[in-house]
């Protein structure tokens, strides 16, 4: 009975994480919270001046450093913003910049939106109508005079130079590394001592139902070595939220891909993170160093997948991002694992299918333990009906008989809930695993499976999950109760109702377990002569 508790137990979590979502959808702010947002956003950094905190695409408001510098210029009316003006590229990344400096679309090269021939490639950064992200820089309390013009652009390097509305020239040195998704930026403010800038990655529009509680997404960022990730509706709730760190960084992701702003680990920051609703923005102020009169600002940015091995070459605790959260003591082992194993192998489906073989040797004995328990009580079955027939509806009395026959046979029922507590854990995290893994992106197995950690197109291996957990259940004792055994029979086609929209990759992990333990408990039963 209490097998079948437990399979209850584990079948009504697995719905709640299902259901979840559904039952408590995100909230659209209001328009009167929009409202009062934008006019009010006001944040005292930790600094000992004040500043306000950049909107997303519109300079900031003049501060109270003001050093003396030369003629200003004429400032324009409106600049509009430009897609893109200049580009520069590497083996793995595409980098446009538009005449304001922001970097307004970057392009993975190495990777597809999808699956079909013609699909594009991804896109980190970009300007698209609706969900849009980009990256912009300002000078706190300036204007640009004149935009941004190429002073010497190569194929992977640029360097550019505008004019502030003070007359002081901002330089811009962009350069890309062959084989790194990391872009280098050196800004100079001539006779700029005083200045600073702010940085900010902003996403308009986005998903906010993809940000869920076991998966987040969006604003993320590592503030004194402790991981940060507040969701939009805490910010729609709060408007702002702001943090100090020596070092450190801070981000905007989906599921797969991150821009993130690198700081210098040696120089301390003001982070902000801000949102209306409609746009996002994880950003920082950075008060440069001073060589001579210039102001230098000297930063890294990611663009690029959240692979864990690309992330760690960084060396800036990116592979932090990558969030396994309460699972992470099996998840990330076992991630690892199994990349260990693809050099092996070169199929993530194969490398689950050894994973599986792996963690039914590791636990061979207790299961072994188990089976022969179950057997034993399936020998039992004949005096169990007995009992049955002979205490009728009087439960308590039949209660004490079965036990009692369980203490003279040497019979522990709670033997046959080991299999199933066993696999909990290693479910959920591979669950995990699938799910937040780049490396399962798009990752095939055989025939029609073609992505790992998407639901199977034809449902076929759900439908063979279902099969082998109906034969399982049927080399366990039956419940002597029949309301009991009738739940039973219908858990088979409940479970595999719920792994329909599974990944690919954990219903073949489920698959195998239920075919191996199958072969196990039935070699268990012929030794013990049990039918």
Known sequence: MEQRNMILAFALSMLVLLGWGALFPEQEPSASQ???????????????????????????????????????????????????????????????????????????????????????????????????????????????????????????????????????????????????????????IIEGGGLKLYRQVVERHPDKESSTFYEHMGPTGLFDGKLQEPDYDELDEKGSIRSASMGGWTAIMNRYFIAALISN???????????????????????????????????????????????????????????????SPISKPMHSFLEWLYQYLG????????????????????????????????????????LKEQYGDDRQKMGQEVMGLYKKHKVNPLGGCLPIIIQIPVFFALYKVLLMSIEMRQAPFIGWITDMSVQDPFFVLPVLMGISMFIQQKLNPQPPDPVQAKVMQFLPFLFTAMFLFFPAGLVLYWVVNNVLSIVQQRMVMKRMNVD
Not at 48 to 69: F, H, L, Q, Y
Not at 85 to 93: K, V
Request: aromatic letters at 10%; hydrophobic letters at 40%; a negative charge.
């Open 34 to 188: 929009q409202v009062q947002t934008e006019s009010t956003q006001k944040l005292m950094p930790p600094s000992d001046k004040m500043a306000a905190i950049p909107d997303a695409g519109v300079v900031a408001e003049v501060s109270d450093v003001t050093p003396a510098v030369a003629k200003p210029m004429a400032v324009p009316t409106s600049v509009p913003i430009t897609p893109a003006a200049f580009e520069i590229s590497n083996d793995l990344l595409k980098l446009s910049v538009n005449e304001k400096g922001w970097f307004t679309r970057a392009v993975l090269t190495n990777y597809r939106e999808s699956l079909e021939k013609d699909s594009a490639p991804v896109a980190v950064l970009h300007m698209d109508e609706g969900h849009s992200v980009y990256v912009n820089t300002g000078v706190m309390g300036r204007q640009l005079a004149q935009q941004f013009a190429a002073v010497k652009q190569s194929g992977d390097a640029a360097v550019l130079r505008a004019v502030l509305d003070d007359g002081r020239i901002w330089e811009r040195q962009i350069s890309l590394t062959q084989g790194s998704y990391v872009v280098d930026v050196k800004d100079r």
């Open 265 to 327: 680990p040696d120089q301390d920051y003001p982070y902000y993170y801000k949102g209306d609703g409609r746009s996002y923005q994880a950003g920082l102020i950075d008060d440069g160093k001073l060589e001579g009169r210039d102001a230098l600002f000297n930063t890294r940015i990611y663009l690029g997948p959240k692979s864990i091995p690309v992330l760690e070459s960084v060396n800036a605790e990116l592979e932090r991002a990558v969030d396994f959260g309460w699972f």
């Open 347 to 386: 199929n993530f489906g194969f490398c689950i299918i050894v994973l599986v073989i792996c963690i039914k040797i590791l636990f061979f004995y207790p299961t072994q333990k188990s089976y022969e328990s179950m057997a034993s009580m399936r020998k039992l079955q004949p005096e169990m009906t007995r």
